[in-house]
């Protein structure tokens, strides 16, 4: 069973980075995507960055430019590095395992990113 262990959130000042990061262990198989969504309450968990096997990538509009998602395929580990927050960017962000973009695996349980203005 895939389990997904978390690291790096916190509270930042608007401007600021942060760097995310997300270990998978257990049965993970060759071609999953790997990535990051976020939600804040009262909304839809949505989409931030994903990123397959071979390296391809997928942003939210609201991230591009200021997000650049990676991984490491050998220690199954994906990364979020953060630059130029906004207050806006303040979200719970989970890590996400799936066949592709939309089908997910498994879901980590959420680090808070908070950006204060």
């Known amino acids: 069973q895939v389990q997904l262990v978390e690291s790096g959130g916190g509270l930042v000042q608007a401007g600021g980075s942060l760097r995310l990061s997300c270990a998978a262990s257990?049965?993970?198989?060759?071609?999953?995507?790997m990535g990051w969504y976020r939600q804040t309450p009262g909304k839809q968990r949505e989409l931030v960055a994903t990123?397959?096997?071979?390296?391809?990538?997928n942003y939210a509009d609201s991230v591009k430019g200021r997000f650049t998602v990676s991984r490491d395929n050998a220690k199954n580990t994906v990364y979020l590095q953060m630059n130029s927050l906004k207050p806006e960017d303040t979200a719970v962000y989970y890590c996400?395992?799936?066949?592709?973009?939309?089908?997910?695996?498994?879901w980590g349980q959420g680090t808070q990113v908070t950006v204060s203005s």
């Open positions: 257990g049965s993970i198989f060759n071609g999953v995507t």
């Open positions: 996400y395992v799936g066949l592709n973009d939309r089908i997910p695996i498994r």
């Open positions: 990123i397959t096997r071979g390296g391809t990538t």
